[in-house]
T-cell receptor, first 113, second 112 residues
Framework: AQTVTQSQPEMSVQEAETVTLSCTYD???????LFWYKQPPSRQMILVIR??????QNATENRFSVNFQKAAKSFSLKISDSQLGDAAMYFC??????????FGKGTKLTVNP | NAGVTQTPKFQVLKTGQSMTLQCAQD?????MSWYRQDPGMGLRLIHY???????DQGEVPNGYNVSRSTTEDFPLRLLSAAPSQTSVYFC???????????FGPGTRLTVT
């Protein structure tokens, strides 16, 4: 079974600085999708970024980018120019079948002014 | 578009009671799923559906039933509530298996 590991339960960053959240996963599949979701205190799950495993190019969405290392099964999220509104729980997720997402336990990000 | 809606937002049940959590989407998405989120955990898949009339079990299906009679609706039924089912429940939908998932706002359920 696929597993997703987020080794940093909590992280903090100064406003305007850059932070990287780590995620590793375990799979024997060659074609899959990876996601980062943000969950603010409102508890709404918000998709931040998506990566297709067959694409070598790392996905980017504005201030959010990923470092996808397929051989190492690593999928880290970099947040540049951190803003107070970035404070939230961040979840890494792996799509194991058409509608099966496997989530990590999350990283709580604090942004200090 | 209202997106994915869930009702109720909060619910308190006594052990042994039954109830249905409602989920609806107006985006004509084929794929819908239910997750639960417990403290310190990520979301775990309960049941999912890849189209009307088609459902399957996820990682933690015990104690829950689902059906999908229409594309829009995907209710989750708790047959006999137990304290272990105290959790926040999220419904999600997507156009395809590869697509981005849209989550509802969640239902916080407490079973006493």
């Amino acid at each position: 079974a696929q597993t997703v590991t987020q080794s940093q339960p909590e992280m903090s960053v100064q406003e305007a600085e850059t932070v990287t959240l780590s995620c590793t996963y375990d799979t024997s599949e060659s074609d899959y999708y990876l996601f980062w979701y943000k969950q603010p205190p409102s508890r709404q799950m918000i998709l931040v970024i998506r990566q297709e495993a067959y694409k070598q190019q790392n996905a980017t969405e504005n201030r959010f980018s990923v470092n996808f290392q397929k051989a190492a099964k690593s999928f880290s999220l970099k947040i540049s120019d951190s803003q107070l509104g970035d404070a939230a729980m961040y979840f890494c997720a792996y799509r194991s079948a058409p509608e099966k997402l496997v989530f990590g336990k999350g990283t709580k990000l604090t942004v200090n002014p | 578009n209202a997106g994915v809606t869930q009702t109720p937002k909060f619910q308190v049940l006594k052990t042994g009671q039954s109830m249905t959590l409602q989920c609806a989407q107006d985006m004509n998405h084929e794929y819908m799923s239910w997750y639960r989120q417990d403290p310190g955990m990520g979301l775990r898949l309960i049941h999912y559906s890849v189209g009307a009339g088609i459902t399957d079990q996820g990682e933690v299906p015990n104690g829950y039933n689902v059906s999908r009679s229409t594309t829009e609706d995907f209710p989750l039924r708790l047959l006999s509530a137990a304290p272990s089912q105290t959790s926040v429940y999220f419904c999600a939908s997507s156009y395809s298996g590869q697509g981005s998932r849209y989550f509802g706002p969640g239902t916080r359920l407490t079973v006493t």
